[in-house]
């Protein structure tokens, strides 16, 4: 009797608590805030008792609380065998950016002054005098949102994105008048580094990136949506670096230097997106670590030289493979202006430790050995604005 008694109490209970419903279709889904969420309909739309339908399904609203009017319909025939698609399958991010960077190698001394006798007081140039400036370059992001029955579905959205910077280039010079030499033996040994009128450097720098990425959406309530995200990410970064001097009566000699790094590796992050009436705000954060495939070659040339001593120094190529860590931010500001296009303007910040920058590797000795290794202790810090459009569909 008392399993009876308990039995009639619970089904008491969930008879006040559930109601039923003859579905006459699908499952109906509107996107809110890039989540999919199904749709409340109002009483009036329930079928009627006449009406043809799969069975009907008991549906619990709320769990306790007043069944409002809303009427949330799902036929049993149908629940199990159909996948509703979301209604924006398609987004594609296009920005322009302009960014700056921090970060020149460690720093060291490119030309001294032969007139000056005064340890440390005689550097009249040196790798801290070279600054890059603010470049731009583009980046794009294509979204796919995959049907949640195929073997996709665990991912809310795919994303795939390239950004590209090409044109850092910075340059600096000390002037004078045959009283200028590179450190080290390598400017005794060089015709045109020693008693020289004028020493040159130049860098550039060119950075690469490319990036797939799973992401995993929720939304805290009605106006904020998270996405957790895990992908590959691939970045290139290349340098050249040359010194040069010049001696006005006799030539120039050049000390020329090319690093690459290519960094492999998995990264993850995640996304917050505040919607605010017709603005949004979105802030994003991703992290890794990665394997470098980093690279040095560089050449020393004098002229006018004795045409077997054209080449002081040439190291056709040393590489090596070390850790690198990377962390990025960025905080963008999105306008809609209409159901399909938005605008978008934010800032970045992207840091790369673990590199072997093109500076890192002179070396001014003068041995079989000189040039042939390979620093890979570099830090740099990009950050800039950036601004484009969204478009979905």
Same mark, same amino acid.
């Given at each position: ?88 399958? *398609? ?7 302009? *960014? ?240 399909? *296009? ?42 800039g604005a950036h601004a484009g459009l969204e478009a979905v569909?």
């Open positions: 009797m008392c399993c009876i008694t308990r039995y009639l109490l619970v089904s008491a209970a969930c008879f006040c608590l559930t109601f039923t419903v003859r579905a006459n279709g699908p499952w109906d889904h509107t996107q809110m805030n890039g989540a999919y969420a199904p749709t409340f309909r109002p009483q009036a739309e329930r079928p009627t008792n006449g009406s043809s339908g799969g069975k009907s399904l008991l549906v619990n609203i709320r769990g306790g609380e007043p069944l409002g009017p809303e009427v949330f319909e799902v036929s049993v025939s149908e629940k199990d065998d159909y996948c509703p698609p979301p209604r924006s399958r *398609w987004s594609v991010q296009a920005d322009v950016l302009f *960014w700056d960077r921090i970060g020149n190698a460690c720093d060291q001394v490119l030309a001294i002054d032969l007139n000056s006798t005064v340890p440390g007081a005689n550097t009249v140039l040196s790798t801290n005098d070279l600054d890059f400036s603010m470049e731009p370059g583009w980046r794009i992001l294509v979204g796919f949102r995959p049907d949640p029955c195929s073997a996709l579905g665990c991912c809310s959205a795919l994303e795939f994105s390239y950004f590209g910077v090409y044109d850092w280039e910075d340059s600096a010079a000390a002037v004078g008048d045959q009283n200028l030499a590179i450190p080290g033996a390598l400017g005794l040994a060089a015709n045109n580094f020693l008693l020289a009128d004028e020493i040159r450097a130049i860098y550039r720098s060119r950075l690469n990136n490319v990036e797939a990425n799973c992401i995993k959406s929720c939304c805290i309530d009605p106006c904020t949506q998270v996405d957790f995200l895990l992908g590959f990410r691939f970045l290139a970064l290349n340098e050249d670096f040359s010194l040069i001097g010049t001696d006005a009566l006799e030539g120039t000699s050049s000390y020329d230097i090319s690093t690459s790094n290519y960094l492999y590796g998995l990264q993850m992050g995640g996304r917050m997106t505040r919607q605010m009436q017709q603005w949004s705000l979105q802030f994003t954060g991703k992290a890794g670590v990665f394997l470098n495939d980093a690279g040095q070659s560089q050449i020393v040339t004098d002229f006018p030289p004795n045409p077997n001593d054209l080449i002081a120094r040439n190291v056709p190529g040393v590489s090596d493979t070390s850790a690198a860590m990377l962390g990025e931010v960025d905080l963008t500001l999105v306008r809609r202006i209409t159901n399909a *296009w938005s605008l978008r303007l934010g800032y970045s910040v992207l840091g790369l430790g673990g590199l072997a920058l093109a500076p890192d590797q002179l070396d001014f000795t003068l041995t079989p050995v000189s040039g042939t290794n390979l620093a890979t202790n570099g830090f740099v810090l990009f950050h569909w």
